[in-house]
């Protein structure tokens, strides 16, 4: 961490007062650490556009997400000026920055069924995947197509082979129907047909044939597999982003599955001049969720947080790829 001394003291003093946000100072700290290095200042002394900029680069993607960036920030601002920290500048607690992360957006998140394919061509490449043997990570690309079609990452899990229908190039899974794009068909009906996968072998790294498990789940390889399963899978990949290359991205299942969902309105809005209304989607998003998990929900509230939510980041999104 940059300054590290007086970071050490903050973090201490949180966590005897508030130890569940420990993680989220420590990450806003390891991220800012180079843009802190280049600028020779710590956060709290940084002027009012550097501050901005710092916010663009380590910021979510969505309003919320910023939203907390931000609190942290000015709560670590706020205690320095408090404490007497060299060049601590209380001014910083009146900058306003923007409602979302540009950058971000751009980081974690697709405009079309193209640029995602193009995304998971980049990350194949740069882990030195064999196209000719495909291993799990043919289950990574499907997964992550499940999530490009808007539905949660549980369902995704749950989805079967029966479940996919080629013909009318849709998703039935827990009475709800999700898109599949054209670009992602193929994966999709290769993870269906595909009898046999690809291991690394440990004692010479060459690719052994294993058959799959048995039963007609989707993601599956030698053994059905867990949402735990695909995340460390995915984890332990190499993130194939570039600055400034727009094919590069850091593939994550809730950004792909928020960029699937803005695509599709955004088809809707456009192509077939339908107003834009995240009303329909999140209600039938968080009905699905209180069934799967068999939870009471409060649908009509949630579903009002959950559209409001995905209409403000869908023009952020807009905004940024059209």
Not at 108 to 124: D, E
Not at 174 to 197: D, F, M, N
Request: with cysteine; charged share 30%; aromatic share 12%.
């Amino acid at each position: 961490m940059y300054n590290e001394k007086v970071k050490s003291e903050f973090i201490e003093e949180v966590t005897n007062s508030d130890p569940g946000s420990v993680g989220s100072y420590t990450r806003l700290f390891r991220r800012s650490e180079q843009f802190e290095t280049q600028r020779g200042k710590d956060i709290s002394a940084l002027a009012d556009d550097d501050f901005s900029a710092l916010l663009e680069e380590v910021g979510g993607r969505s309003k919320k997400a910023l939203g907390a960036r931000v609190s942290e920030a000015k709560k670590y601002i706020r205690w320095c000026v408090e404490n007497g920290v060299s060049g601590a500048r209380a001014e910083l607690l009146q900058v306003v920055p923007q409602t979302t992360s540009n950058q971000q957006i751009r980081k974690y998140m697709v405009k079309s069924p193209g640029h995602l394919a193009r995304a998971i061509r980049v990350w194949k490449e740069y882990n030195q995947f064999d196209a000719i043997h495909p291993g799990s990570e043919l289950m990574y690309e499907a997964f992550w197509w499940l999530a490009y079609s808007g539905m949660d990452a549980q369902d995704a899990m749950i989805v079967r082979g029966s479940d996919v229908d080629f013909e009318q190039m849709v998703i039935r899974v827990g009475g709800l129907q999700y898109p599949i794009y054209p670009p992602g068909a193929k994966v999709l009906e290769e993870c269906v047909k595909r009898k046999t996968i690809y291991y690394d072998a440990a004692h010479n790294g060459k690719r052994r044939q294993y058959p799959r498990a048995d039963g007609d789940q989707l993601l599956r390889t030698r053994s059905e597999m867990k949402i735990s399963s695909m995340r460390t899978g995915v984890s332990q990949c190499k993130s194939a982003y570039v600055d400034d290359n727009p094919d590069c991205v850091v593939l994550r299942y809730n950004s792909l599955q928020d960029s699937g969902i803005f695509y599709e309105m955004y088809l809707q809005e456009e192509v077939y001049g339908m107003p834009v209304d995240f009303a329909q989607t999140a209600r039938k998003l968080i009905t699905r969720r209180a069934e799967r998990e068999n939870k009471q929900y409060k649908i009509d509230v949630s579903s009002y947080q959950m559209s409001y939510k995905l209409s403000v980041d869908y023009s952020h999104w807009k905004k940024v790829f059209y």
